[in-house]
């Protein structure tokens, strides 16, 4: 594991490890129902930070522990003095263990219960989601699905206690329906279905309680994935040495911009120069030479009409980027041969990927990224769109050990997954959903692996500056009509803290 994985990366599990360590924990002379106090007492915390002037709620309990969690929370609010409206799934006599125990301590506050029905009114200011938990494998149905959707058409915000309901912690696939939440307070271990898939669009702000839990204890239960942190760029971006020059600092070659397609290399190797790379070359056709010494005369642009030419000029460089604009025609796919002949990291993005799944679908390489999105994951995979999304995480580690070397899927929650780990990327927005966007990202992993040579940790630092810029230039201007040539002067300044 690279030297960035420091106590600023938050670990994230899957359902049956953070059962496991409740288990252990449980073992370990910490009283289950205990536990599950403690639990609804932070969610209770995390409730009054967010609707300190809430007088009512609402809470949702289910059958079984998450809906314990539910009870007790309901029992907190009324001693604190708000009306309670407590709605129960299952009739409370048929509760068992832990749950039944927190239902009877409800009641015993004076908090009513009545039993869920159709007709049903949600009156509290904000509405508490206790009813499933992070056991669901299958979809929802029957009564849940009915007071999911209840719940989704009511105006109040949502608290979601452990994982918005309906929405699976391993993959963040939703399981027919999901509770749209406005917070998620989660315990013990952080899941990694809070962070990819569909769970940006439920979820709404993660609260992570880890309930006096020290997670990383149990050295038999390592992290599934680690979630990336914004702390990592002032611990790899450090000043430049005084003495350094553009020979120390990486020269990177983008090949692509077929006849027609010219943009996208160009936003590559643009981006690749603003990420620091000494120098920059361009492999494309003839008919774009003129744009790219408009657009950028920094880069250093090349007129090539096929894979003789363009043999020569990997031999050059420290990290080679191929792929944007490159066309599945003939051209592209000899522009593509002469990259893979190369014995330099190379990063392979879009029609490279094509190419890659089309005419090499057994290569494997160990020096290079490859940066798929789902649609070009499942090419690679031989599997639809709809398989890859429904576990992105297995798709990116299958991709990669199939593959070779590192693989970032890209999307909602992108994945970065390697030979150290898989990590998850948590920045990101909805503006990015833009043409260009993967050229960036693409010729900033260049310029960062011509510079660090860890093509690993490169593919880390890449996928989060990629985000963090298009936060920050959605921050500025709003998401929508955010363009990829946007990234470039925000990335820059990300990697100058």
């Not at 939703?174 to 769970?199: N, P, Q, S, W």
């Not at 792929?323 to 592209?332: M, N, S």
């Not at 593919?459 to 709003?478: I, N």
């Amino acid at each position: 594991m690279s030297r960035l994985i420091t106590s600023t990366l938050r670990p994230l599990y899957k359902a049956a490890q953070v059962r496991e360590l409740d288990r252990r924990t449980i073992a370990g002379g910490i009283d289950g129902f205990a536990l599950m106090q403690r639990a609804a007492s932070s969610a209770w915390h995390s409730f009054r930070s967010r609707w300190p002037q809430a007088r009512s709620v609402t809470v949702l309990c289910g059958s079984g522990n998450n809906g314990g969690d539910g009870h007790v929370l309901a029992a907190l609010a009324m001693q604190s003095g708000l009306k309670v409206q407590r709605i129960a799934l299952k009739p409370l006599d048929e509760l068992q263990d832990d749950a039944f125990r927190a239902a009877q301590l409800a009641s015993q506050a004076g908090v009513s219960c009545e039993e869920w029905h159709p007709g049903v009114v949600l009156s509290g200011e904000v509405i508490v989601d206790a009813l499933l938990g992070t056991g669901l494998s299958g979809a929802v149905t029957g009564r849940y699905q009915r007071a999911i959707e209840l719940i989704n058409a009511a105006p109040q915000p949502v608290l979601s206690i452990d994982i918005p309901s309906g929405l699976a912690a391993d993959t963040g696939a939703v399981l027919g329906i999901a509770v749209e939440a406005a917070c998620t307070v989660t315990f013990i271990g952080d899941k990694i279905g809070l962070h990819t898939g569909e769970a940006p669009a439920y979820t709404g702000e993660i609260d992570f309680r880890p309930l006096s839990v020290k997670a990383q204890a149990f050295f038999d239960i390592p992290p599934y994935a680690w979630r990336l942190d914004d702390a990592l760029l002032s611990e790899a971006f450090t000043p430049r040495l005084r003495t350094s020059h553009k020979g120390r600092m990486g020269h990177v070659l983008v090949m692509g911009g077929a006849p027609g397609f010219g943009g996208a290399a160009l936003l590559a190797s643009q981006a690749a120069a603003r990420l620091g790379a000494g120098k920059v070359s361009l492999a494309t056709v003839a008919e774009h030479i003129t744009a790219s010494l408009v657009r950028c005369p920094e880069v250093m642009a090349h007129a090539v009409r096929g894979g003789a030419e363009a043999s020569e000029l990997p031999k050059q460089a420290d990290a080679v980027v191929v792929g944007p604009g490159l066309g599945q025609a003939a051209w592209g796919q000899a522009i593509l041969q002469s990259a893979l002949h190369a014995t330099v990291p190379l990063v392979v993005d879009a029609d490279g990927l094509t190419l890659l799944a089309r005419h090499w679908p057994d290569l494997r390489r160990d020096d290079w990224v490859l940066t798929p999105h789902p649609g070009e994951a499942a090419r690679l995979l031989g599997c639809s769109v709809e398989d890859v999304q429904a576990d992105r995480p297995a798709a990116a580690q299958a991709l990669q050990r199939a593959r070779g070397g590192v693989v970032i899927l890209k999307g909602a929650g992108s994945l970065v997954a390697g030979p150290g780990g898989l990590m998850v990327c948590p920045y990101g927005n909805p503006g990015m959903a833009s043409g260009g966007m993967g050229d960036a990202l693409s010729g900033m992993l260049g310029a960062l692996i011509a510079q660090r040579g860890d093509i690993e940790t490169s593919a880390w630092l890449g996928t989060l500056v990629h985000a963090l810029a298009a936060d920050r230039a959605a921050a500025a201007c709003g998401e929508r009509g955010l363009l990829a040539s946007d990234l470039a002067s925000y990335a820059r300044e990300l990697i100058n803290p």
